[in-house]
T-cell receptor, first 111, second 112 residues
Framework: NAGVTQTPKFRVLKTGQSMTLLCAQD?????MYWYRQDPGMGLRLIHY???????AKGEVPDGYNVSRLKKQNFLLGLESAAPSQTSVYFC??????????FGSGTRLTVV | AQSVTQLGSHVSVSEGALVLLRCNYS??????LFWYVQYPNQGLQLLLK??????LVKGINGFEAEFKKSETSFHLTKPSAHMSDAAEYFC??????????FGTGTSLTVIP
């Protein structure tokens, strides 16, 4: 089925460890996004991309890096994980102002 | 700066009763507006969207929302709540197409 696929779905990290979250979409969408969702705070934009090879900072970019080497993939990296990065991470893609398609999320716990 | 405010982080309704979830936006120009639903342990699904066409927008699962420019509102309604409507609902706004701003969400509980 067409859509947005996130891997992994769950992960537990120790403080200071690094990891990469992968987002893949097969809808040929230009725009891709990474959000984090925390209780009572809704979704906050971390980074986004308006096309292959481009990235831009969102509302809460500190502690994260991203890359969009291929149009269909958008990677989110944590170089040195901190407990404050415990969250549910969502990737989304879109072609215009007409709504996102979301992945099913990655639940990350940093201990 | 544009933003969106959802009034009421928790709403409870009886099964069969009217559902009303409130959303107000802050923008100098009417933006694109959206409602999303999130079921437990799932991603967000688009319920409906306003893109400057008809002000009354019908979405999936019997939901609809009305864009009121004078009130800068985009409230979500459903005439009769079902148990399956229990979920988290998010209002979102976009003007540029590059960034969407989400409200903090409203958790809907349906009481049998």
């Amino acid at each position: 089925n067409a859509g947005v696929t996130q891997t992994p779905k769950f992960r537990v990290l120790k403080t200071g460890q690094s990891m990469t979250l992968l987002c893949a979409q097969d809808m040929n969408h230009e725009y891709m996004y990474w959000y984090r969702q925390d209780p009572g705070m809704g979704l906050r934009l971390i980074h986004y991309s308006v096309g292959e090879g481009t990235t831009a900072k969102g509302e809460v970019p500190d502690g994260y890096n991203v890359s969009r080497l291929k149009k269909q993939n958008f990677l989110l990296g944590l170089e040195s994980a901190a407990p404050s990065q415990t969250s549910v991470y969502f990737c989304a893609s879109s072609t215009s102002n007409y709504g996102y398609t979301f992945g099913s999320g990655t639940r990350l716990t940093v201990v | 700066a544009q933003s969106v405010t959802q009034l009421g982080s928790h709403v409870s309704v009886s099964e069969g009763a009217l559902v009303l979830l409130r959303c107000n936006y802050s923008s100098s120009v009417p933006p694109y507006l959206f409602w999303y639903v999130q079921y437990p342990n799932q991603g967000l699904q688009l319920l409906l969207k306003y893109t400057s066409a008809a002000t009354l927008v019908k979405g999936i699962n019997g939901f609809e929302a009305e864009f009121k420019k004078s009130e800068t509102s985009f409230h979500l309604t459903k005439p009769s709540a079902h148990m399956s409507d229990a979920a988290e609902y998010f209002c979102a706004v976009s003007f540029t197409g590059n960034q969407f701003y989400f409200g903090t969400g409203t958790s809907l509980t349906v009481i049998p």
